[in-house]
Structures are given as C-alpha cells and as structure tokens.
C-alpha cells in the first residue's frame, strides 16, 4: 500500500497534477516500459506485446477535485471557488493546504457562526460563495508576506490509513489515484505474461473539470480500444441497497452513465473473462456522472470503450474509502482482459 498511500498524499489539482505527474513516471519506468506523454500533462508507459495486436489505452486521471484562491480579503481571509464538483454541505470546518510556488499554509473553510444564524439560514445548505478560508492571517498584507497569491491551489487534508478489517483503505483523492495505482500495477503486471498487444498505462490531466486531458491523450496512441480505470458510487450505506455497488464485491463494470454506453461487445467480453477466472464483478447503472471514457471513445471514428474501477464512498469530498481486495480483482481482470486480446479477438468485437 506504500504506492497508493504516496499518490494519495500527494497533491494535484485540476491543472496542477506536477506530484502525480512526477510519481506515475518514475514507476513507469521502474517497468521498462517507454515514457509518452501530451502537451497537456498526461503520461502512459508503452508496453509492446510480442504481436502486431490492438493498441490499448488504458488510463486513470491524475487530478482530485479541489479549490482555487480567488480573493484575498483586506482582513486576510481567502475566498475560493470550486476545481471540480463539490457538494457545499461537506465543505464546513474542514482543513485545507493553500499550495504556493514554495510552501503550503494550512487553513480552515469557515463561514458565519450558527449561534448568529436567522432561524430560516439554519434550515439551508449554506453556499459555498460565503464561506471563506482562515490561515491565521491578520491581514492581506500579511497574506502577501507569506507569498499566497490569487490562483494558488487548495487541496483538502485527509491522511491515508488501512482500517482495522486490513482492506478498507480511507484516503482523499481516492478519485482518482485508485485509477493511477491500478494502471501501474497493470503496467507491472503485464510484464510477465503473453499478449499480442501495444498496451499503454497511465493518466491523464484535467478530468474533474470537463475531460480535457481525455481529448489530447489519445493523439499519442491512436488507440483501437480504450479502457478508462476510475471510481463508481458504492451505495452500501445503512439503507435497503442490496442490488447496488458495495465495498469489498468486485471491479465495477459501467453498463451506462451521462457520458458512455459502453461498446456491447467489448462489455460482454469483459463479463465473459471475469465470469472465467472467477473474478467476482459488480455493475454500475449511473444516470450522473462520467468520465474519461465519454472523450476517449469519440475520438477520430470512435473507439470501443468501457470503465472498470472500483466501488468507492464519499468522493468528492475531503474522504474517501475503497477496498483493496477489490483493487487486487480489478487488476487482475485488466490483466486478462489484455491477455485476451489479441488481433483476432479485437476483430470479433466488431462481427
């Protein structure tokens, strides 16, 4: 768990993904495999099979959902807004690193006390453009001082832990370094089996935000087929959720969400190997949300795409929570899936 504690750790928001970015190529290349990366920031490791198979771009994203500095007030609090999609009711008392060139500065989001609340303020979410960061400040002079600047990143404090149980793992940006540390761990992986295929492993920048390093990334490879490797929704709470994700029962195989239905053949195929290895497997039925995969299969006459991650709680929030056997599972079937396919099986997908 070392890997996936140091990518939780470390931080990178939207635009600012340098720490992933610096970690994901250094065990890339730990595997041999060769370093490509965009204009934009995203890497891969490109690992050639022994074949003339598909090219196969497989990829987490790099960035966690954050804050950005947009004002300074004279009495030295930091008004900010919102580096990808937040639920303001998570915000309130929580801690927070203001990321300059050369420090960080931890803070709080405050707002107005609730003793000083209308009784009518107290029945509502209150909205994230009143509240405001407190570093300890006395004044925007002394916020100047201490090098902070409008456009300085804001990343939420969460430490890494394995739970009691030895599989929960409670982290923030488990959205989506899960994705980063399974790509590596398949870059890993594959160098020890067979396969046909030019596979490339890695990340991307810029998802939380609108998918942007999505739709640059696959001008490095071209790719015939596309896998993105994210979070889903575990709905395992204390509620009657027997037929919805959970921790701990398997990769979760995307059927739909607000940006991707799957290429059919390439699902059932994913379903198909999972079934045969015994792998056990959940599927995710999503009317919100997306990801990379809605950018990656419109690219140039459309790629056959699907997502397969693991079950996660609480994103998008300073917390988050993820079982390691389902990342074991998770990587093991994108191992398989690779080994599957090669030329000939590509082909099939399209009969």
Request: charged fraction near 25%; hydrophobic fraction near 40%; glycine fraction near 8%.
């Amino acid at each position: 768990m070392d890997l996936l504690k140091e990518l939780t750790e470390a931080n990178g928001a939207p635009g600012f993904e340098k720490p992933i970015r610096q970690i994901m190529k250094r065990e890339i290349e730990k595997t041999g495999a060769k370093t490509v990366s965009d204009r934009l920031g995203s890497i891969f490791g490109e690992k050639c099979g022994s074949e003339n198979g598909p090219k196969i771009l497989l990829a987490g994203h790099m960035d966690e959902v954050a804050f950005m500095v947009s004002e300074i007030t004279k009495d030295g609090y930091l008004r900010f807004v919102p580096l990808g999609g937040w639920w303001d009711q998570v915000l309130l008392a929580q801690r927070v690193k203001v990321m300059t060139k050369d420090k960080e500065f931890t803070g709080v989001i405050g707002s107005k006390p609730p003793h000083i609340l209308q009784a009518e303020e107290l029945k509502k979410v209150y909205p994230m453009r009143e509240m405001f960061i407190d570093i300890g400040a006395n004044d925007k002079d002394q916020v100047k001082q201490w090098g902070i600047k409008v456009g300085d990143p804001i990343i939420p404090i969460c430490p890494f832990e394995l739970l009691p149980d030895n599989d929960t793992i409670l982290a923030k940006a488990l959205d989506n370094r899960a994705g980063c540390y399974l790509a590596l761990e398949v870059l890993k992986q594959i160098r020890e089996i067979n396969h046909s295929n030019t596979v490339y492993c890695g990340a991307t920048v810029q998802e939380e935000v609108g998918l942007r390093g999505a739709a640059t990334a696959p001008y490095i490879m071209e790719p015939d087929l596309s896998i993105a490797v994210d979070v889903g929704i575990a709905q395992d709470g204390p509620s009657d959720n027997s037929n919805k994700a959970k921790l701990g029962s398997g990769p979760l195989i995307t059927f739909l969400d607000s940006s991707l239905i799957p290429h059919i053949s390439l699902r059932d195929l994913v379903i198909e190997i999972a079934e045969k290895n015994s792998i056990p497997y959940q599927v995710d039925i999503m009317l919100g949300g997306g990801t990379d995969a809605g950018r990656f299969h419109l690219f140039k006459k459309g790629v056959p795409t699907i997502v397969i991650g693991v079950a996660a709680r609480y994103i998008h929030s300073h917390v988050s929570m993820i079982s390691k056997k389902d990342l074991e599972n998770s990587a093991k079937l994108l191992t398989e899936l690779i080994k599957e396919l090669d030329a000939n099986r590509f082909n099939q997908l399209f009969n």
